[in-house]
């Protein structure tokens, strides 16, 4: 009797286990679309320690996809980046290649300057006129400096209205805004961010436990889109 008991808790047990494993595995309900923005101009590629932690950002973000995930890098210089649909994750081996180009990857810009307005604009037409439909969108934002885009008001202020759209079409999605901050100690980016974004509950600013952070929001949007299918299923 005492063994039959023992196998029946060790079942129940099992049940469970495969049964939280399988709320958080990915499923067709749960994919992601991660967008990489990242600083390329010439102070960025001179600067080691930003490299470093920019290749070891994509390595995360590239290690986290699943397949029919989206993903997308944008550069950030004084250009606007060109449009680009976010590519569709077929399988295991491209996702494989992905992290191996994070790691060997080391830009080359002829920019001088960071022009974070361009990129996060590019980034809204993305989000918006995309090809493919989009799944729940994390967009991370990685700037090593940022000082041009203040130095005229009429830009600035365009610039606040792009980064408001920006944060509002996230939401809308019901996604993350995530900024990396500056490491630059003379920039103004980071003050700048919080003062115009104070009142979006869906943008973070990570100068620390970057991985983990970024970890947890991804697990987070995970598991909020089959929350959502599930309440529209009852």
């Not at 973000?61 to 995930?69: E, I, K």
């Not at 992290?99 to 307005?117: E, I, V």
């Amino acid at each position: 009797m005492k063994v039959l008991k023992i196998l029946k808790q060790k079942t129940i047990y099992v049940v469970l286990a495969a049964a939280l494993l399988s709320s958080c595995a990915p499923t067709k309900h749960n994919k992601l679309t991660i967008i990489h923005l990242v600083d390329v101009s010439d102070s960025a590629i001179k600067d080691d320690k930003f490299i470093k932690l920019s290749q070891d950002i994509c390595d995360l973000l590239t290690q986290s996809l699943v397949v029919d995930d989206l993903y997308l890098r944008i550069n950030i210089d004084s250009a606007l980046p060109p449009f680009k649909d976010p590519i569709k994750i077929e399988d295991n081996e491209q996702i494989k290649s992905g992290r191996k180009n994070c790691k060997n990857n080391k830009p080359n810009s002829d920019k001088d300057g960071t022009f974070a307005c361009p990129a996060w604009m590019r980034t809204i037409d993305i989000l918006s006129r995309a090809k493919s439909p989009l799944n729940k969108p994390l967009i991370i934002s990685q700037i090593q400096s940022n000082e041009w885009e203040f130095e005229t008001k009429n830009i600035e202020l365009e610039c606040v209205n792009t980064v408001r759209s920006l944060a509002e079409i996230i939401s809308e999605k019901k996604g993350k805004f995530v900024h990396l901050d500056s490491r630059d100690e003379g920039s103004r980016l980071n003050s700048w961010l919080k003062e115009h974004l104070l009142n979006y509950t869906n943008v973070d600013y990570y100068d620390e436990s970057h991985f983990s952070n970024i970890q947890s929001d991804i697990r987070t949007l995970r598991f909020e889109a089959l929350e959502e299918v599930d309440k529209q299923k009852k």
